[in-house]
């Protein structure tokens, strides 16, 4: 199996899009919509980095790879993200969405395990995609704080 001229682990790929199914069923147990069609550009980029996000961190953890990916490495701009997010052949958007959503959730998930889960479910980071390190530090904080 390849992706983008990756050979690509198919136990891995399977343990990914296991985290896909148990999202899609957390969606479903809070009654949350998992359609993002007719919503903003900003909607549908902020649901796909969490999406992404989790689904890759399960797999990171299962097979303990390290992310390289870091707060440095967002895109800078709206156009910037509007361009990552057109192009999903581009290793880039694979970067970005893949490396990047896992990067922006995983100190929510080990920290706050299904909690953060259900929080970046509810509360996508739609406003605040240039300012992600943010985002993290706010959802820890109102984590902590339950207050949720």
């Not at 690509?8 to 343990?15: A, P």
């Not at 996000?53 to 707060?71: C, Q, S, V």
């Not at 995983?106 to 509810?122: A, C, D, N, P």
């Not at 996508?124 to 109102?142: F, I, K, Q």
């Amino acid at each position: 199996m390849f992706y983008i001229g990756k050979e690509v682990d198919v136990q891995q790929t399977l343990v990914h899009e296991l985290g896909h199914v148990s999202l899609k069923q957390l969606r479903e147990q809070q009654h949350i919509s998992p359609i993002v069609t007719g919503r903003t550009p900003q909607e549908m980029i902020a649901k796909r980095l969490v999406d992404e996000g989790m689904a890759e961190h399960f797999r990171k953890r299962m097979y303990h790879e390290p992310n390289l990916f870091t707060d440095r490495d967002w895109p800078q701009s709206p156009e910037d993200w509007q361009q990552t997010y057109s192009h999903p052949e581009q290793i880039y958007f694979v970067r970005t969405f893949y490396e990047g959503g896992e990067c922006l959730v995983r100190q929510i998930l080990r920290t706050h395990g299904r909690r953060g889960m259900e929080y970046l479910i509810k509360n996508p980071p739609t406003n605040e995609l240039l300012d992600l390190p943010g985002y993290r530090r706010r959802s820890l904080e109102a984590l902590s704080r339950d207050k949720f």
